[in-house]
């Protein structure tokens, strides 16, 4: 006898049956799954949001590097359209009287114009000199004056000219300009002919103009003259750089220079934020509710304890300097039993005005300043392929090995489904079959002489 449907012969829901056989065997395990993507999920996001804080840390950090960004000066020039400045540390507070009398100029020299700039020039060469530099360009039969700007360009040897062609009423005209400004860098030409004397008819003698002098700037510093190469001035005043604009020797603008100590205290009270941060950001990872028994992701994790033991080793060393040494707390820095920092405003004001020295010592220092050595530490964890980059390739690696055990697991609670509905299958045959056999002895023995039907 053949079965066309599972419980026929025994009268039992065997589908179901088979479905709650396998969905106990699979519940535990599935469970056991997601546990343990939920807990590698928690640990990559955890893994992101340490590198972010990290990342928001050494920002803050790259302010109080260097002296040049920490120990910083106010530049200001008033209203001058004349000239701008920019000063370093070393430039010393002073009020400076300026006057621009005149501009630093490239010189210019152009050949003879022509109606067609299409047609050749001649044959031979041309010699180049620039403030003690040449270097020599030959010249085709075919070369238009195009042709020879490009070959002038690019020349290996180059020594710092340019060469372009102007279109004007006048005609076409090769014109060459110096790259740099001032008397030391104007441009000699020298044609020489090999066949005809086109290159001279155009280059040579008078036959090459002048266009634009080479000039040097003129400023007077306090009435005291400078003259400077270039429109960027850099010696006449200590640590300062000035970059000319405009001239006119009647005007003057007065250039003050001032210790900026808003800018280096907005930015030590960045870094004690971006620390705290950190710390908050470390504590909330590694932290464990003992009220609702929850461990965050981190809890107990030796990374990120070691992070946080570095971190506040660091805060609260100190910095050798020439006069002793420096910790955070000299500077108006102080932590609490929490690791947190905060600023004592009246006393870093007074050590930013009194003594800047110590302040850029202990953040600034090549080697040993804090600033440095919180870059160099952070570093290790967050750069690509540090430590955070390793543990999140380790956890990544966790979720595919999950993947894999899903669907190997998935597979055999398949066979499993499919062991349980044919041995169901089997036993709901047998159980027919033995229900047929039972009612046909029943029928025979109800028909027996005699017999009496109890039905």
Same mark, same amino acid.
């Given at each position: 006898? %053949?079965?066309?449907?599972?419980?026929?012969?025994? +009268?039992?829901?065997?589908?179901? #049956?088979?479905?709650v056989?396998?969905?106990?065997?699979? %519940?535990?395990?599935?469970?056991?799954?997601?546990?343990?993507?939920?807990?590698?999920? %928690?640990?990559?996001?955890?893994? +992101?949001?340490?590198?972010?804080?990290?990342?928001?840390?050494?920002?803050?950090?790259?302010?109080?590097?260097?002296?040049?960004?920490?120990?910083? *000066?106010?530049?200001?020039?008033?209203?001058?359209?004349?000239?701008?400045?920019?000063?370093?540390?070393?430039?010393?507070?002073?009020?400076?009287?300026?006057?621009?009398?005149?501009?630093?100029?490239?010189?210019?020299?152009?050949?003879?114009?022509?109606?067609?700039?299409?047609?050749?020039?001649?044959?031979?060469s041309l010699? &180049?000199?620039?403030?003690?530099?040449?270097?020599?360009?030959? #010249?085709?039969?075919?070369?238009?004056?195009?042709?020879?700007a490009?070959k002038?360009?690019?020349?290996?040897?180059n020594?710092?000219?340019?060469?372009?062609?102007?279109t004007?009423?006048?005609?076409a005209?090769?014109?060459?300009?110096?790259?740099?400004?001032?008397?030391?860098?104007?441009?000699m030409?020298?044609?020489?002919?090999?066949?005809?004397?086109?290159?001279?008819?155009?280059? +040579?003698g008078?036959?090459?103009?002048?266009?634009?002098?080479?000039?040097?700037?003129?400023?007077?510093?306090?009435?005291?003259?400078v003259?400077?190469?270039?429109?960027?001035?850099?010696?006449a005043?200590?640590?300062?750089?000035?970059?000319?604009?405009?001239?006119?020797?009647?005007?003057?603008?007065?250039?003050?220079i001032?210790?900026?100590?808003?800018?280096?205290?907005?930015?030590?009270?960045?870094?004690?934020?971006?620390?705290?941060?950190?710390?908050?950001?470390?504590?909330?990872?590694?932290?464990?509710?003992?009220?609702?028994?929850?461990?965050?992701?981190?809890?107990?994790?030796?990374?990120?304890?070691?992070?946080?033991?570095?971190?506040?080793?660091?805060?609260?060393?100190?910095?050798?300097?020439?006069?002793?040494?420096?910790?955070?707390?000299?500077?108006? #820095?102080?932590?609490?039993?929490?690791?947190?920092?905060?600023?004592?405003?009246?006393?870093?004001?007074?050590?930013?005005?009194?003594?800047?020295?110590?302040?850029?010592?202990? &953040?600034?220092?090549?080697?040993?300043?804090?600033?440095? *050595?919180?870059?160099?530490?952070?570093k290790?964890?967050?750069?690509?392929?540090?430590?955070?980059?390793?543990?999140?390739? %380790?956890?990544?690696?966790?979720?595919? *090995?999950?993947?894999?055990?899903?669907?190997? &697991?998935?597979?055999?609670?398949?066979?499993?489904?499919?062991?349980?509905t044919?041995q169901?299958?089997?036993?709901?045959?047998?159980? +027919?079959?033995?229900?047929?056999?039972?009612?046909?002895?029943?029928?025979?023995?109800?028909?027996?002489?005699?017999?009496?039907?109890?039905?």
């Amino acid at each position: 006898m %053949a079965l066309t449907a599972m419980g026929i012969g025994s +009268g039992l829901d065997l589908g179901n #049956i088979v479905k709650v056989l396998v969905e106990a065997e699979q %519940a535990p395990k599935e469970a056991m799954f997601n546990k343990t993507e939920d807990t590698i999920s %928690a640990k990559l996001s955890a893994m +992101g949001t340490l590198k972010s804080a990290l990342s928001t840390f050494q920002d803050a950090l790259k302010k109080l590097q260097s002296g040049d960004v920490l120990n910083q *000066r106010k530049v200001t020039t008033g209203e001058s359209s004349y000239f701008s400045a920019v000063a370093t540390k070393s430039a010393q507070s002073g009020s400076y009287n300026i006057q621009v009398e005149q501009l630093a100029s490239a010189h210019k020299v152009g050949g003879l114009h022509i109606a067609d700039a299409n047609i050749p020039v001649g044959e031979g060469s041309l010699d &180049f000199s620039v403030n003690g530099n040449g270097f020599t360009v030959a #010249i085709d039969p075919d070369d238009t004056i195009a042709t020879i700007a490009q070959k002038v360009n690019d020349a290996t040897d180059n020594s710092g000219i340019t060469a372009t062609v102007i279109t004007s009423d006048a005609g076409a005209q090769l014109v060459f300009s110096s790259d740099n400004s001032g008397t030391d860098n104007q441009i000699m030409v020298t044609a020489n002919d090999t066949s005809g004397t086109g290159l001279n008819d155009m280059f +040579g003698g008078v036959n090459l103009t002048e266009l634009n002098p080479a000039t040097n700037a003129v400023i007077y510093v306090d009435n005291q003259k400078v003259t400077s190469q270039s429109n960027k001035v850099e010696t006449a005043i200590s640590g300062v750089s000035l970059t000319l604009t405009d001239a006119d020797v009647s005007k003057t603008s007065i250039l003050k220079i001032e210790q900026d100590t808003d800018a280096v205290k907005e930015n030590v009270n960045g870094f004690v934020t971006a620390y705290n941060a950190l710390v908050s950001s470390i504590d909330k990872l590694s932290s464990y509710d003992a009220e609702s028994k929850k461990a965050a992701a981190l809890q107990g994790d030796s990374m990120i304890r070691s992070l946080e033991s570095q971190l506040r080793n660091m805060a609260s060393g100190r910095v050798v300097t020439s006069n002793g040494s420096v910790g955070l707390y000299d500077v108006g #820095i102080k932590i609490d039993r929490y690791g947190k920092m905060s600023v004592d405003d009246t006393k870093l004001d007074s050590v930013l005005k009194d003594d800047m020295e110590s302040v850029e010592a202990l &953040f600034a220092s090549p080697t040993t300043g804090l600033a440095n *050595r919180f870059t160099e530490l952070t570093k290790e964890y967050a750069k690509v392929g540090g430590l955070i980059d390793t543990r999140k390739n %380790a956890y990544t690696k966790d979720q595919q *090995r999950l993947t894999e055990q899903r669907e190997a &697991f998935a597979r055999k609670m398949s066979l499993l489904q499919a062991r349980l509905t044919k041995q169901f299958n089997a036993m709901d045959l047998v159980v +027919g079959q033995l229900n047929q056999q039972s009612a046909g002895l029943a029928d025979r023995l109800n028909s027996l002489p005699g017999a009496v039907s109890r039905s």
